[in-house]
């Protein structure tokens, strides 16, 4: 009769494959404390270690999307705000307010 195939909530994952980060023990001290498998430890661990790195690409990609949406917005204020002064301005000489040339 086979055993029964245990499913682990990423709690429990995350907390495992920490301690093996840490290294708080050694993984067949772990293996005994968590009642897994030390291959299980190891894939856990393996799996957190890639993780961290595609969370902080992630951030820079997320980082630099965003500043190049700030960039284009703000091009386009700065090109909004040159229309209206230059609207404003031939608005005043046109009035005669203006204190440049006519």
Request: proline residues 0%; without cysteine.
């Amino acid at each position: 009769m086979g055993q029964i195939r245990k499913n682990h909530s990423a709690d429990f994952k995350a907390q495992v494959a920490l301690a093996a980060i840490r290294e708080d023990a050694t993984i067949a001290e772990l293996s005994s404390k968590f009642g897994i498998h030390a291959s299980l430890i190891q894939r856990w661990k393996k799996e957190a270690l890639t993780g961290m790195k595609d969370i902080f690409s992630s951030k820079q990609a997320i980082q630099e999307t965003n500043h190049l949406t700030d960039i284009k917005d703000l091009h386009a204020k700065i090109g909004q705000l040159t229309v209206e002064r230059e609207f404003l301005e031939n608005a005043s000489r046109r009035l005669g307010l203006f204190g440049g040339k006519k």
